[in-house]
């Protein structure tokens, strides 16, 4: 694993769809490396969290920025983005069958 994918969403009303619905979700996802860590370490995992939880921090901000009339509720934006990626660098990790990492996502203040 080089990358994990991090996501952050957001429901906006942009208009009206012709049936009348009135939500879009919008998704903004980027990668982050995990090429120069060893997973296999606490302090490896630490670190990917740690660029996990900065990206979707970004990624969260951009969607403030995008949308800035709708209801952003941050943190549950970033709690959720972190979860998220920390849940893919999971998968990535099993399926090579590599160290297990936490998919557990400290609380964002």
Do not use: H, N, W
């Amino acid at each position: 694993m080089e990358a994990v994918t991090v996501e952050a969403a957001r429901i906006v009303e942009v208009g009206r769809t012709i049936y009348g619905a009135p939500e879009q979700q919008v998704v903004l996802r980027r990668g982050v490396s995990t090429k120069d860590l060893d997973l296999a370490t606490p302090a490896g995992q630490a670190e990917l969290e740690k660029r996990v939880t900065e990206t979707a921090t970004a990624l969260c901000t951009e969607l403030d920025r995008m949308y800035p009339l709708t209801d952003p509720q941050k943190k549950d934006c970033v709690r959720e983005a972190v979860k998220s990626g920390m849940a893919d660098a999971g998968k990535a990790e099993k399926a090579k069958g590599g160290a297990r990492i936490s998919t557990f996502a400290a609380p964002v203040s």
